[in-house]
T-cell receptor, first 116, second 114 residues
Framework: GNSVTQMEGPVTLSEEAFLTINCTYTATGYPSLFWYVQYPGEGLQLLLK?????DKGSNKGFEATYRKETTSFHLEKGSVQVSDSAVYFC???????????????FGQGTILTVHP | DVKVTQSSRYLVKRTGEKVFLECVQD?????MFWYRQDPGLGLRLIYF???????EKGDIPEGYSVSREKKERFSLILESASTNQTSMYLC?????????????FGPGTRLTVT
């Protein structure tokens, strides 16, 4: 079955530091890959996505590239802000058109804290 | 603006009570999901529904049931609440948009069973 593994957390950074959160996956075929973010007290929001090999998803200064050869989708940001403090989830789903109906398989989440 | 709403943000119930968690989406999505979120475990799928009155078990369905009588509404039922069901419950909906499903989440219900 599908599985997603995220780097161990929590991660604590100073403002303007470089961020990397590692994510690797196991899946058959060509899944769609996602990063979701959960701010304190809120539900999950889609941060970025990629649907095929070498696609780069980007949003709000965050980027992640779909690497088929290493089955990875690492999240990066060049300069984090205090407002980026949140929990980040890597997830995958089977492509549309099958019987998965877009079920997501999540990693365990990484807590990011950014200090001024 | 797309919206998924959940009936309660916080809920406290006693062991053995029957608990209903309601979820409503206004995006005309076919698919709806219930997850529970626990620290260190990420989100785990309890049940999902791909059409009215259709449902399938997810990864951890034991102790739960669901109901989907209308397209926009998906209910999670704890038939007899237990303390190990204390958790954050998240509802989501999605639809096929050009070959990819994007899930939209509600704000969550934090359930405490005492």
């Amino acid at each position: 079955g599908n599985s997603v593994t995220q780097m161990e957390g929590p991660v604590t950074l100073s403002e303007e530091a470089f961020l990397t959160i590692n994510c690797t996956y196991t899946a058959t075929g060509y899944p769609s890959l996602f990063w979701y973010v959960q701010y304190p007290g809120e539900g999950l929001q889609l941060l970025l996505k990629a649907t095929k090999a070498d696609d780069k998803g980007s949003n709000k200064g965050f980027e992640a590239t779909y690497r088929k050869e290493t089955t990875s989708f690492h999240l990066e940001k060049g300069s984090v802000q205090v407002s980026d403090s949140a929990v980040y989830f890597c997830a995958l789903s089977d492509p549309a058109g099958g019987t998965s109906y877009g079920k997501l398989t999540f990693g365990q989440g990484t807590i990011l804290t950014v200090h001024p | 603006d797309v919206k998924v709403t959940q009936s309660s943000r916080y809920l406290v119930k006693r062991t053995g009570e029957k608990v209903f968690l309601e979820c409503v989406q206004d995006m005309d999505h076919e698919n709806m999901f219930w997850y529970r979120q626990d620290p260190g475990l990420g989100l785990r799928l309890i049940y999902f529904s791909y059409d009215v009155k259709m449902k399938e078990k997810g990864d951890i369905p034991e102790g739960y049931s669901v109901s989907r009588e209308k397209k926009e509404r998906f209910s999670l039922i704890l038939e007899s609440a237990s303390t190990n069901q204390t958790s954050m419950y998240l509802c989501a909906s999605s639809s096929d948009r050009g070959g990819i499903y994007e899930q939209y989440f509600g704000p969550g219900t934090r359930l405490t069973v005492t």
